[in-house]
């Protein structure tokens, strides 16, 4: 047993090589977390409508962008296939579609500028939260096109497995984002007061300094001459829409996944401040498991996409399984300490706030972090198997189970249950719990099915036979 685990751990598709990948990974997203924890916690000292409002407008604007995220960061997974097959000429050339892609993006982002008083109007939260909203929600469209451009740089590094360079570069964001958070949200150095509207701005800041830093990287020499990062700027039709046929499918999942969120959050609007202000900070909290999360998924369809470049889909399986146990251990720790010690996570939020304000906001958050306790574990089967899939190319799927169970198990209940039925805050977060688990097991069976082994998102490498060597046909591999 001992030699058997030994095995496992060490050969190829094992825990040591899932590690490789998903720890710089894990502590880029690990970073984001960190960003938006504290963000929010500087919102909660700041006044309750800022926390308040950060929230639905934050998640707005972010589902708004997921499809363009989703599509534009699906480029990994081209990069990945690629790479696993040898064609490291057609990787420059697929990073240059998903930037046509952000720029697009970064267009509509800007239309939904003057749209805002009119969404958050319609939203009916109460005046103070709905004009912290607008503010928001306005200053981060403008740091659209940074941000899904960033996603789709990353993918470079990401999809060939060479993940801390993505790692240093979200790591130094966030001390941008972080030491600007901290001036312009109580206007410190001689800066104004800028509340909700400085943390926006520092946002945007963030956004560009990580778009700036990728692109330093990817002009380098080497990768020019490697990869064609500079030498394959062209749109290519026939690669273009290849990216958008299985790309936007997981765009699309991003954005509908996002969506019944953002609709979750805006329904629980409804229900008053201090109810929504706990929900946010339940869900800020919640990042910390998630969020790291995310690095072992991205990991994962890498590793699935690298194992099908070079046709090993046993290795891309064993790959998944690896990263699925280190996933689900992670989970359950935290699940334990989210009911054991909540006042752990709960107490940053309460260090500064006001203790009259605050009283009611922290017993509500306390109680869901129990459901956030109970579909933590779920999560890792989640984000695992939903990877696995979307890495060999199997995103409609994704697509398809994110709209079926969003509408029928999170939306149209919490809907009926919240604004007709008035059973509260309690039941919202139940069908949020159903919501998650519910996924859980739609990607697990899909995964066993084993459909996923037999996909690819890139052409078929030509053959070129080689002069003299007949005996060696396919000694070389050109895209």
């Not at 009911?339 to 107490?347: D, H, M, R, W």
Request: some cysteine; aromatic content about 16%; overall charge positive.
């Amino acid at each position: 047993m001992r030699k058997h685990f030994h095995g496992r751990w060490r050969g190829e598709g094992g825990g040591r090589e899932v590690l490789r990948v998903a720890i710089p990974l894990v502590l880029s997203t690990s970073a984001w977390s960190v960003q938006h924890f504290v963000d929010r916690m500087f919102l909660v000292w700041y006044a309750p409508e800022a926390i308040a409002a950060a929230m639905p407008a934050g998640i707005l604007n972010f589902t708004i962008m997921s499809f363009f995220i989703g599509t534009a960061s699906y480029v990994s997974t081209f990069v990945a296939q690629y790479y696993g097959a040898r064609m490291n000429t057609r990787i420059g050339p697929v990073l240059w579609q998903g930037i046509y892609v952000s720029l697009l993006g970064g267009v509509v982002m800007f239309l939904f500028i003057p749209a805002a008083p009119i969404i958050f109007t319609l939203v009916g939260h109460e005046p103070l939260v709905r004009e912290s909203e607008i503010v928001y929600f306005q200053y981060l469209c403008l740091g659209g096109m940074p941000v899904i451009a960033a996603s789709a740089l990353a993918g470079f590094f990401s999809g060939r497995g060479r993940t801390w360079p993505v790692m240093w570069v979200n790591t130094f964001a966030t001390a941008v984002n972080l030491f600007l958070d901290y001036l312009l949200i109580f206007g410190k150095w001689g800066l104004p007061e800028m509340g909700i509207r400085g943390a926006a701005i520092a946002t945007v800041i963030s956004a560009f300094f990580s778009l700036i830093v990728y692109i330093a990287l990817l002009s380098r020499s080497d990768y020019n001459r490697a990869f064609h990062t500079m030498k394959g700027w062209r749109l290519e039709k026939a690669l273009f829409y290849r990216l958008v046929r299985f790309g936007v499918p997981s765009g699309i999942q991003f954005f509908l996944d996002m969506a019944g969120f953002t609709a979750f959050i805006l329904i629980l609007g409804r229900l008053g401040t201090v109810s929504l202000a706990a929900t946010n900070i339940a869900f800020n909290i919640n990042t910390l498991a998630f969020m790291p999360m995310i690095g072992f998924g991205i990991a994962i369809s890498v590793l699935v996409g690298q194992y099908l470049g070079k046709q090993q889909p046993d290795l891309a399986q064993r790959s998944v399984y690896s990263g699925f146990v280190m996933t689900l251990i992670y989970m359950t720790t935290l699940a334990a300490l989210y009911v054991i010690v909540p006042n752990l996570f709960v107490a940053p939020f309460a260090a500064k706030a006001d203790p009259e304000e605050f009283a009611e906001i922290y017993r509500l958050t306390i109680i869901l972090l129990r459901f956030v306790a109970l579909y933590s574990v779920f999560d890792a089967m989640n984000i695992i198997f939903s990877s696995a899939i979307k890495g060999a190319g199997d995103t409609r799927f994704v697509m398809y189970m994110i709209v079926i169970i969003s509408v029928c198990v999170l939306v149209v209940p919490t809907y009926v249950a919240i604004m007709v039925l008035d059973y509260g805050l309690m039941a919202g977060w139940t069908f949020a719990s159903i919501y998650v688990i519910a996924l859980s097991f739609a990607f697990y069976f899909r995964f066993l099915g084993g459909k996923w082994k037999t996909m690819r998102v890139i052409e078929e490498p030509v053959p070129v036979i080689c002069a003299g060597l007949p005996e060696c046909p396919a000694a070389k591999l050109e895209p």
